[in-house]
């Protein structure tokens, strides 16, 4: 029988874990820690305050971020529920369609823009607009964020079906129930995890988005990542850092939920 190593008795192990902990969250913990700087400077500190919380609201600068920020939930609701509804039915058929031909570059096809640096994909998206003829804005961005969001869907809803035996539908199906009840009423509650997973990863991918949005937004329109990079451009604010905590702090929350749903799927049929 083998033996189960523990790689925390690895040399090594602890310090190069401690890196790695700060080099990723350091510069997020600074940035957290001077949005409640009451002083002007990003660097000095002068004390605990709420004003750039404040500013962020109510500030010069607050109707630019609010319309950025109603195009940022608005396409990443919009975005999160269409990829999602299609990450569905590519994962119904996928894994309850049996064998056919073309499925492992069916499969490839679905999984290629985590594959793909998002550079090329924004390039790729933004000749493809040009080259239709679509007018760049509001629904170019939308139309993007859904092809990209697609796989970050699909990983879970599929992983939460491959683990649901067809044995409950054919029950249904035993009971007289046609396919479209058995899809519905037996099928779609056990996939429900997976789903709620799906989607509020597909939230967040959309609402963080960058790249892509810039190339594919179009003049006149922004997101509150855009609109951010445009303000860091003429000088970091601190009210910048801010809206950066906002904006994190709910990617954590968004990412954290989806996490638990995940979990509450693995532990059901």
């Known amino acids: 029988m083998a033996r189960k190593t523990d790689i925390r008795h690895y040399q090594g192990f602890l310090p190069m874990t401690v890196l790695?902990?700060?080099?990723?969250?350091?510069?997020?913990?600074?940035?957290?820690?001077?949005?409640?700087?009451?002083?002007?400077?990003?660097?000095?500190?002068?004390?605990?305050?709420?004003?750039?919380?404040?500013?962020?609201?109510?500030?010069?600068?607050?109707?630019?971020?609010?319309k950025a920020a109603f195009n940022s939930f608005s396409i990443a609701t919009m975005a999160?529920?269409?990829?999602?509804?299609?990450?569905?039915?590519?994962?119904?058929?996928?894994?309850?369609?049996?064998?056919?031909?073309?499925k492992t570059a069916s499969f490839a096809l679905i999984s290629?823009?985590?594959?793909?640096?998002e550079i090329v994909t924004a390039v790729a998206t933004l000749i493809f607009f040009t080259t239709i003829g679509f007018t760049?804005?509001?629904?170019?961005?939308?139309?993007?964020?859904?092809?990209?969001?697609?796989?970050?869907?699909y990983l879970p809803i599929a992983a939460r079906l491959e683990g649901i035996e067809n044995i409950y539908e054919e029950a249904a199906m035993d009971l007289y129930a046609s396919r479209a009840q058995a899809f519905f009423q037996v099928l779609m509650p056990?996939?429900?995890?997976?789903?709620?997973?799906?989607?509020?990863?597909?939230?967040?991918?959309?609402?963080?988005?960058?790249?892509?949005?810039?190339f594919v937004k179009g003049a006149g329109i922004e997101t509150l990542p855009t609109a951010i990079f445009g303000?860091?451009?003429?000088?970091?604010?601190?009210?910048?850092?801010?809206?950066?905590?906002?904006?994190?702090?709910?990617?954590?929350?968004?990412?954290?939920?989806?996490?638990f749903a995940g979990r509450m799927g693995s532990k059901n049929p």
């Open 20 to 66: 790695c902990m700060v080099l990723l969250y350091g510069p997020l913990i600074i940035v957290m820690v001077y949005s409640f700087n009451d002083s002007l400077s990003i660097t000095r500190w002068g004390g605990f305050s709420l004003r750039w919380y404040y500013d962020v609201f109510f500030g010069l600068e607050a109707p630019k971020f609010q």
């Open 80 to 102: 999160a529920i269409t990829s999602t509804t299609i990450a569905v039915a590519a994962a119904v058929g996928m894994i309850r369609g049996g064998q056919f031909r073309a």
């Open 112 to 117: 290629l823009p985590l594959m793909v640096p």
């Open 136 to 153: 760049a804005g509001y629904a170019t961005i939308l139309v993007a964020h859904i092809v990209f969001c697609i796989p970050f869907a």
């Open 190 to 214: 056990l996939m429900l995890p997976g789903i709620i997973s799906g989607f509020l990863l597909a939230f967040v991918i959309s609402l963080d988005d960058f790249i892509i949005t810039n």
């Open 231 to 259: 303000a860091v451009k003429q000088g970091i604010k601190p009210n910048i850092m801010a809206i950066s905590t906002l904006l994190l702090l709910l990617s954590f929350v968004f990412v954290t939920l989806s996490w």
